[in-house]
């Protein structure tokens, strides 16, 4: 079975720098998904940013990108010019690129944001 | 404006009582789920249903029912047999082929004491 750890319970950041957030995933698999979410204190999951195992190039989303190491079964969400908003639990989640597409998420990481 | 609501968003029972929470959405997505969130971890898989009038079990389904008898709705009970029911509940959707990205409501907070 799939699994994905995220090590950091909490981080913290200071307004306009960056921050890296990580997740490892375990699987025998080659096709999966890879994705982040964002809870906000509203509590609503917000899709972040997803990554095909197939490709090669991270992705990116105005601030938000990810350093994808296939081999190493790698997936760390770097926030960059970080903003007061971006403060919220971030989940680190992985779904199989064949079958029946549960979504296996990590326990979280606590985003801080201080001005 | 499409998306999924979930009421209430929070809800009370006293132990022993059946409660369901609604989920509907207007996505038009074939797929729904429903996921529970407890302090500390992650969100754990308790039904899913891909297509109306089916459904399989997640996870964690003990103690828990839903139905599908439309394509917009995927109510879920929380039964007096599940052990822990106060947690945040969560209701999710997606399309079956394609992107499968999963779009997910507001969530239901329940307490039962």
């Known amino acids: 079975a799939q699994t994905v750890t995220q090590s950091q319970p909490e981080m913290s950041v200071q307004e306009a720098e960056t921050v890296t957030l990580s997740c490892t995933y375990d699987t025998s698999e080659s096709d999966y998904y890879l994705f982040w979410y964002k809870q906000p204190p509203s509590r609503q999951m917000i899709l972040v940013i997803r990554q095909e195992a197939y490709k090669q190039q991270n992705a990116t989303e105005n601030r938000f990108s990810v350093n994808f190491q296939k081999a190493a079964k790698s997936f760390s969400l770097k926030i960059s010019d970080s903003q007061l908003g971006d403060a919220a639990m971030y989940f680190c989640a992985y779904r199989s690129g064949t079958g029946f597409q549960k979504l296996v998420f990590g326990t979280g990481t606590r985003l801080l944001v201080s001005p | 404006d499409g998306g999924i609501t979930q009421s209430p968003k929070y809800l009370f029972r006293k132990e022993g009582q059946n409660v369901t929470l609604s989920c509907e959405q207007n996505l038009n997505h074939d797929a729904m789920y429903w996921y529970r969130q407890d302090p500390g971890q992650g969100l754990r898989l308790i039904y899913y249903?891909?297509?109306?009038?089916?459904?399989q079990k997640g996870d964690i389904a003990e103690g828990y029912s839903v139905s599908r008898e439309k394509k917009e709705s995927f109510p879920l009970t929380v039964t007096s047999a599940q052990k822990n029911p106060t947690a945040f509940y969560l209701c999710?959707?997606?399309?079956?082929?394609?992107?499968?990205?999963?779009?997910f409501g507001p969530g239901t907070r329940l307490t039962v004491t």
């Open positions: 999710a959707s997606s399309t079956w082929t394609g992107n499968y990205e999963q779009y």
């Open positions: 249903s891909q297509i109306v009038n089916d459904f």
